[in-house]
Nanobody, 121 residues
Framework: VQLVESGGGSVQAGGSLRLSCAVS????????MGWFRQAPGKEREGVAA???????NYVGSVKGRFTISQDNAKNTLYLQMNSLKPEDTAMYYC????????????????WGKGTLVTISS
């Protein structure tokens, strides 16, 4: 299984970024895919997840600002991030597993290597 993130970068507060994750080799029909982030000195936390049936879930700190989606034809997961804040600065990881239980890492089996998001004030 390979997960490759892209789309990170540096933007000012209030700006937007769209992260992408190309997924290959995961063949289970029932799954959960998620975006996690880890800021320096902090635990990795899940911020958004989407199930194989299309159900989505978000943690409170990003609800209304972030949108997770998937393109099954392209085997790609996305995270649209709007109204970005300095506290959103972190390494963002794409992940997949049998289930998600945000914000924990429970249920996750595979991880990407991450893409860095930096938000300046």
């Amino acid at each position: 299984v390979q997960l490759v993130e892209s789309g990170g970068g540096s933007v000012q507060a209030g700006g937007s970024l769209r992260l992408s994750c190309a997924v290959s080799g995961y063949s289970y029909k029932a799954y959960c895919m998620g975006w996690f982030r880890q800021a320096p000195g902090k635990e990795r936390e899940g911020v958004a997840a989407i199930d194989s049936d299309g159900s989505t879930n978000y943690v409170g700190s990003v609800k209304g600002r972030f949108t997770i989606s998937q393109d099954n034809a392209k085997n790609t997961l996305y995270l649209q991030m709007n109204s970005l804040k300095p506290e959103d600065t972190a390494m963002y990881y794409c992940a997949v597993g049998g289930y998600c239980y945000l914000p924990s890492r429970a249920g996750i089996d595979y991880w990407g290597k991450g893409t860095l998001v930096t938000i300046s004030s």
